[in-house]
């Protein structure tokens, strides 16, 4: 029993959602069966984890029946009325919290039995309510079209003169909120397109654009702020991510979380795109807005394994390497899922190791690894053979690199231009690697020079490494001065 699609429900519910449940069950308006209330009762007393041993079909029937004997169908049956309750209960609870639609939908109720008066004390209510609104988002404009909708209906006999602008008032808030909902669309399907390759049929957007593109929206953050997602998707100019850090800062206390959340995001793929040409004072950019992610409790505790590698690693790359400890250890718990928890913590333990150049134990943890996503096999590779390369052991990282080309070869998931720029980097590691072997004093500079030249324009940066390419050829010409 403890695997039922009730007990999975009943484990999400908070003490104070299970009294309440209680009590619901117990309402002669939304329950009469008394054994599904005895199910209830014998059910509840396992709150919260139900894990019990003795939490089974039949002691549990036995509980709620006494001595009758067992009847399978019997206890099935009355689960699946308690389950159909639970499932009520939680529609109840949704829509208590949509105030708001309760009170809108009540003026509805009360147009329709014409209790004017009501209406009138209701409409002004909920119209002040609304005026106080600190965040005017797609909720807010939603709102205020659904009362403009009801209050065109309500007033246009007994307001005749003023129902015109009872109207003009339905359209604008119907105006801003469609665009706010188009705009949040529109710059969700560009970020897909420009970061994951992903085509949309974007209808009308052309048209949108040309409307919006100029518009001030001064009283409509989500507008400005939507608008200005879509601008940085279309030019990934620098100028236009400053925009947007600077609309996050203006309005971080008058949006919604939602559009925060969505906002670092942008932050973390734009600085991922920077990084990627090998601007690396965009690590800073990454790491806080990872950081704000998790002081928000975005996450709620659990994290997917590549955003937990992602946050640690990255934190690792702006220097912050207590905070990266601090990460690990306090959300460690929390990665999902279970099955790639091992390989998520032993791939940070050698990167944390990697950072602070012990190698040998960062290669312990990496050979520990054994990911499903093609993502961080490469990872765990590329490193891999930049360790060798450090420990002056050149034959290992020639071999490494000839076992990663091998398997770029072979993995059918990895886009082409990927596949590309790790070809790049492997070919100048071989190179490099090839030219140390044969010790510093037989090296041409001229051929480092021209290995330089070729480093430089290489396609991308993956994982830093063009940029640790550079820093190996300069520290060669260094050495010989």
Known sequence: MKNTKLVRVLRTFSKQEISKFRDFVNSPYFNKNKNVMSLAESILQFFPDFDSEELTEENIYAKTFGKEKFDYFKIKNITSDLFALAVTFLKFSAAQKKDKDNEIALLSTLHDRKLDNIYSQREKKVSGQLDNFLIKDETYYYLRHQLGKINTSHYKFERSGYSFNQIQNEFDTFLDYSLIGLLRLYSKMFHNKNHGNINFNMEMFANVWEYVKNKSFEENPSCQIYRQI????????????????????????????????????????????????????????????????????????????????????????????????????????????????????????????????????????????????????????????????????????????????????????????????????????????????????????????????????????????????????????????
């Open 230 to 481: 879509i601008s940085l998707e279309l030019t990934r100019d620098e100028k236009e991510y400053r925009k947007l850090l600077s609309l996050k800062e203006k309005y971080k206390d008058n949006m919604p979380l939602e559009d925060i959340y969505y906002i670092l995001l942008i932050i973390n793929s734009f600085a991922a795109y920077r990084l990627n040409l090998g601007d690396e004072s965009y690590y800073t950019d990454r790491y806080l807005a990872f950081r704000e992610i998790i002081d928000r409790n975005f996450f709620k505790g659990n994290i997917i394994y590549p955003n937990f590698i992602t946050t640690f690693v990255s934190a690792c790359m702006a220097g912050e390497l207590e905070w990266a400890e601090n990460f690990r250890k306090n959300f460690q718990g929390g990665i999902l899922p279970i099955e790639e928890k091992a390989n998520t913590l032993n791939y940070c333990s050698g990167f944390f190791a990697y950072r602070l150049k012990e190698y040998d134990k960062a290669l312990v943890y990496f050979s520990k690894t054994n990911f499903k996503l093609f993502l961080f096999k490469v990872m765990v590779r590329s490193y891999t053979a930049r360790i060798f390369y450090e420990q002056n052991l050149y034959e290992q990282a020639i071999s490494a690199v000839d076992t990663f080309r091998h398997y770029l070869k072979s993995e059918k998931m990895m886009d082409n231009s990927q596949k590309t720029a790790h070809y790049e980097f492997l070919k100048n590691l071989a190179e490099l690697a090839a030219l140390k072997f044969e010790g510093i004093n037989n090296i041409n500079s001229v051929y480092l020079g021209m290995l330089k030249k070729k480093i430089n324009q290489m396609s991308s940066n993956p994982l830093g490494s063009k940029n640790w390419l550079i820093e190996k050829v300069n520290e060669l010409k260094q050495k010989k001065g």
